[in-house]
């Protein structure tokens, strides 16, 4: 293992809103293997997506080669097959004949696929990492590779190498500071994160910690299902006010702008008391939308303005 590899085991994987017809979206816990590195709300972790297993055995099969050959490449020894799972399959030209490259060449040859980054929704004080992934459909129906790693054919117990990447510009909110926390669907992991923040503060004696109002959207309002029974918990847990917003069901608003719409006045008293704004979730959809409806209610100087204060935030991919 090299000294600055980071892994994780996966503990435990819930998903937020089973029997919908909608992408799964999923609450993941990890724990760190050796000492578990430090870890803010608003920062990332960049995780190493693996193959799923058939893939590696269909490209095993098409190039003749044998998945269960040991092999000791750079010091450590484990099959041909543990070897290419995090490695570029199509990127080795197939027509040359792999029976006559050594495995070590083949290795050396093959780059490891691109890493994907995701918002932590813990803190690391709380012993745990926690992720919100959204299981990512692709066209043919077929599953995006880190999404399908993480949401559904990693193992529970399997090990996942993940490097925490710390957002310094996602660190300015004073929790003595009044937030407003608004996202939708993945996004629930950074706004969870920046609640778990002031809670534990708020457990270890920090007095004066600011009010929360967290103005999150999904698709159905079902209060049996997790993901709204985790929003219940987060209020218990002592947010000062909840607004939901359920794209597939009429008697609530549509869409996380909606709620700034109607709440115009209650938003402007937030500002004015201080409060900052942290919007974390897809900037398409979610991400451009609120922003515009900022610009368009507060204008866009005093828009500007809350950026260059630091008290309003995008953590929006
Ligand atoms: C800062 C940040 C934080 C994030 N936080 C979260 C989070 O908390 N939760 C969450 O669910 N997601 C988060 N994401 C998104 C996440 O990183 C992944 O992009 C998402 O999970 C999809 O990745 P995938 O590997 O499953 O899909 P992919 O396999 O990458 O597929 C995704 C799409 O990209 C296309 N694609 C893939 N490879 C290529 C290529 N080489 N060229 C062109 N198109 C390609 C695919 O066709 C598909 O349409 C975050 C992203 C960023 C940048």
């Not at 029997?19 to 803010?40: F, K, M, Q, V, Y």
């Not at 939708?184 to 920090?206: C, D, E, F, Y």
Request: proline content about 3%; charged content about 20%.
């Amino acid at each position: 293992m090299l000294p600055s590899t980071q892994y994780w085991r996966l503990s435990e994987r819930q998903v937020l809103n089973p029997n919908c017809d909608d992408e799964a979206l999923l609450l993941l816990t990890l724990h760190s293997i050796g000492p578990r590195p430090i870890w803010r709300a608003g920062d990332v972790i960049e995780i190493q997506p693996h193959h799923p297993e058939n893939v590696i055995d269909n490209w095993l099969d098409e190039n003749e080669l044998n998945g269960e050959t040991l092999l000791t490449y750079q010091g450590h020894q484990q099959s041909l097959k543990a070897w290419l799972a995090d490695r570029e399959l199509s990127k080795i030209n197939v027509g040359t004949k792999l029976s006559v490259v050594s495995p070590e060449d083949l290795l050396d040859k093959l780059p490891y696929l691109h890493k994907r980054s995701y918002s932590v929704a813990s803190v690391s004080e709380n012993g745990q990492l926690q992720l919100v992934v959204r299981l990512f459909k692709k066209d043919d129906q077929s599953l995006g590779l880190a999404s399908g790693f993480l949401g559904q054919y990693c193992k529970i117990g399997q090990l996942v190498q993940g490097q925490i990447k710390s957002i310094n510009h996602h660190h300015h909110i004073q929790q003595t500071q009044p937030i407003i926390l608004i996202g939708a669907g993945s996004g629930l992991a950074g706004l969870k994160a920046q609640i778990a923040a002031r809670n534990w503060a708020k457990q270890h004696g920090q007095q004066n910690i600011g009010d929360t109002w967290l103005i999150f959207g999904e698709r159905h309002s079902a209060a049996e299902l997790p993901i709204n029974r985790l929003l219940q918990d987060l209020k218990e847990q002592g947010i000062t006010k909840l607004s939901h917003a359920f794209s597939r069901d009429e008697q609530y608003p549509k869409y996380v702008q909606h709620i700034l719409i109607s709440e115009q006045a209650t938003l402007q008293q937030w500002l004015e008391n201080g409060a900052a704004i942290y919007v974390c979730g897809c900037l398409s959809g979610m991400g451009q939308s609120v922003h515009q409806t900022l610009i368009d209610m507060l204008g866009e100087a005093t828009v500007e303005s809350l950026q260059q204060q630091q008290r309003y935030i995008r953590d929006v991919y």
